[in-house]
């Protein structure tokens, strides 16, 4: 389950005109109060034009530079709602080039910027905003989390201290600082690892070689995926945390059968829960599928249902096998599988060790299906439609022309 950084929408207050007597002769107090009225009707697009036009007029007027600012602030917020982040950011940088003294602006494109897991540019917006309004707790709820994802986590402590001293009552917020506190207490004395493209994080005890053998399997990893889906490759750095089992157990508090996990950062243990090193191949596996989440997430953002997730990431980190084919055939002859939309949830992950094998395997066997009947091209047709806010059976309708049950009744054939 990876956290997803919180957007904050503003209300937006319009002083409705510039004054009287001011501008009048040269029409800005008409643009200004004609943009104003589009603004409060919705209309930002209408109303950025007015107000750009009453800003050429009157460009030292700070009514008109704010009521500009808040249309492009609305513009911005509309796509935001809509989770297209990226189309957002220059009408916030727009925003912040008109009015560089307001902080709201900068506080919107840094919660941008983490959503799509741009962290030092969040970082760098996010500090500007403090800078200009100190004690802004949104500001500062947002700088810890881009601290706790860049995994500077005392950093990211420090800015939600302040922030839970003045809001005790933000209880998603302190869930995420135990949480950061649980993982500084394991990893205080872990050393780092930097390659192109990740930032490793090991125990001391870990050889050298082992560290190597991760790096080159993540390197590798980072090309093949990418290609794999036609060119993508996520921003660096690519946080990844690696422990022994006993460590990965008291920082992530997940069940022993869960071998590995992608929560913004990738996280894996090294050793069984005997202490004795894991099996390269077992090693492989697990860091693949993780990264294959990263990839996911930077096409598909958090619009994908739990079996197109993990089905990407099984599909991507090993072949779907005879005897698991024989093995889920059986269950859709017993009829003993789920249907895709009980698969949709992330409560899956909180099935019992056996259910949570069979959802694996029949995410696994959907969208392997998906990918060698249709290619990768449909694939990412796929996960755009998803990114855009389409629910899960209306993207694969859309896409695929068929329905949940039907690909079910596909995939029960495909395995017999």
């Known amino acids: 389950m990876v956290y997803r950084p919180k957007i904050f929408l503003w209300m937006l207050f319009v002083v409705l005109a510039c004054g009287a007597g001011q501008g009048q002769q040269d029409g800005s107090v008409d643009y200004n109060?004609?943009?104003?009225?589009?603004?409060?009707?919705?209309?930002?697009?209408?109303?950025?034009?007015?107000?750009?036009?009453?800003?050429?007029?009157?460009?030292?007027?700070?009514?008109?530079?704010?009521?500009?600012?808040?249309?492009?602030?609305?513009?911005?917020?509309?796509?935001?709602?809509?989770?297209?982040?990226?189309?957002?950011?220059?009408?916030?940088?727009?925003?912040i080039k008109v009015?560089?003294?307001?902080?709201?602006?900068?506080v919107q494109l840094g919660s941008c910027y983490l959503n799509l897991a741009e962290v030092n540019a969040a970082i760098v917006q996010l500090e500007a905003a403090i800078d200009l309004t100190p004690g802004e707790l949104n500001a500062h709820e947002l700088l810890g989390q881009a601290y706790y994802m860049d995994n500077d986590l005392s950093s990211a402590r420090e800015q939600w201290d302040y922030v839970l001293e003045m809001d005790p009552q933000r209880t998603e917020l302190k869930k995420r600082y135990d949480k950061a506190f649980r993982e500084e207490s394991v990893e205080y004395d872990f050393n780092q690892w930097k390659s192109r493209h990740f930032r490793i994080s090991y125990p001391p005890n870990i050889p050298a070689a082992l560290r190597s053998t991760v790096s080159s399997i993540l390197d590798r990893a980072y090309i093949d995926i990418g290609r794999a889906l036609g060119g993508v490759f996520p921003p660096p750095p690519i946080h990844v945390i690696l422990y022994?089992?006993?460590?990965f157990t008291e920082a992530t508090r997940l069940e022993q059968h869960i071998g590995a996990v992608y929560d913004g950062k990738i996280r894996t243990p090294l050793t069984d829960a005997g202490g004795v090193w894991l099996p390269q191949e077992e090693l492989e596996r697990r860091l693949v599928h993780e990264y294959a989440h990263v990839v996911a997430r930077s096409i598909a953002g958090d619009n994908m249902p739990w079996w197109v997730n993990e089905g990407l990431a099984e599909t991507l980190s090993k072949s779907l096998s005879d005897t698991e084919k024989t093995r889920l055939g059986q269950a859709y002859g017993r009829s003993e599988v789920y249907s895709l939309a009980q698969l949709e949830s992330n409560q899956v992950a909180s099935f019992n060790p056996e259910a949570l094998r069979l959802a694996y395997l029949q995410s696994h066997a959907s969208i392997d299906f998906l990918w060698r009947r249709f290619g990768h091209s449909k694939m990412m047709s796929f996960l755009r439609a998803l990114r855009s806010g389409t629910s899960g059976e209306a993207a694969l309708q859309s896409v695929y022309r068929r329905n949940y049950a039907r690909l079910e009744q596909d995939v029960a054939v495909s395995c017999n």
């Open 33 to 95: 109060n004609r943009g104003v009225e589009a603004f409060k009707a919705g209309n930002f697009p209408l109303a950025i034009e007015l107000l750009e036009q009453a800003y050429a007029l009157a460009p030292e007027s700070g009514l008109v530079r704010g009521n500009l600012c808040n249309a492009f602030q609305g513009q911005a917020n509309e796509l935001i709602v809509r989770k297209d982040y990226r189309s957002a950011l220059p009408y916030l940088e727009r925003a």
């Open 99 to 106: 009015d560089p003294e307001n902080a709201s602006p900068r």
């Open 244 to 247: 022994t089992a006993e460590q």
